[in-house]
């Protein structure tokens, strides 16, 4: 459960944008969109090695640039 304390004199704006925020770092809309479409485990792990080779490519070359 989010609880957002509203002190007095603020704005509502201001107290949303505080519970957007809140909420997004929670990543309930990222989990649901995760169980939405079943992905194997294979999957998901080859994914994650592509992009850390990726990442490791253009790391080595910023480094070189």
């Not at 792990?45 to 490791?56: E, G, L």
Request: aromatic share 8%; charged share 35%; glycine share 4%.
């Amino acid at each position: 459960m989010l609880i957002v304390t509203v002190k007095e004199g603020e704005s509502i704006e201001k107290a949303l944008k505080k519970f957007k925020k809140k909420f997004e770092k929670t990543g309930v809309v990222k989990q649901l969109r995760a169980r939405k479409n079943f992905e194997k485990p294979s999957v998901t792990y080859r994914q994650t090695r592509i992009k850390a080779v990726y990442k490791q490519k253009m790391q080595m070359g910023l480094a070189d640039a």
